[in-house]
């Protein structure tokens, strides 16, 4: 079964960046679209952004994320990063990454979800 792993989060401030990491095997990133997801106290959780097969494409939930949110593939370390900049109090959320067969926005058709990793963001 995929297994997946996120790590990098933490406290920092309203400006402020963090990259997350979400680590799983070469088979995963090649045969599966790999995707970031948030859910924040109170609400339900969202799709951040996604990377396909192979890293052939990316796309991102819209355009407020894709202009503060990049993610990209670390071939050394095995993981799809997740690089955050210009972090809002509101971006305070539990990170999760997940993995689809097909390249989807929609929560539903992911799955192996990961641990988690937290995010705060003070203001």
């Known amino acids: 079964q995929v297994q997946l792993e996120e790590s990098g989060g933490g406290l920092v401030q309203a400006g402020g960046s963090l990259t997350l990491s979400c680590a799983a095997s070469?088979?995963?990133?090649?045969?599966?679209?790999v995707g970031w997801f948030r859910r924040a106290p109170g609400k339900e959780r969202e799709f951040l952004a996604a990377?396909?097969?192979?890293?052939?494409?990316?796309?991102y939930k819209d355009s407020s994320v894709e202009g503060r949110f990049t993610i990209s593939r670390d071939n050394a370390k095995n993981t799809l990063d997740l690089q955050m900049n210009s972090l809002k109090p509101e971006d305070t959320a539990v990170y999760y990454c997940?993995?689809?067969?097909?390249?989807?926005?929609?929560?539903?058709?992911?799955?192996?979800w990961g641990q988690g990793t937290q995010v705060t963001v003070s203001s």
């Open positions: 997940a993995v689809s067969q097909y390249a989807s926005r929609n929560v539903r058709d992911y799955a192996n």
């Open positions: 990377m396909t097969q192979s890293g052939y494409s990316t796309y």
């Open positions: 070469a088979l995963t990133f090649t045969t599966r679209n």
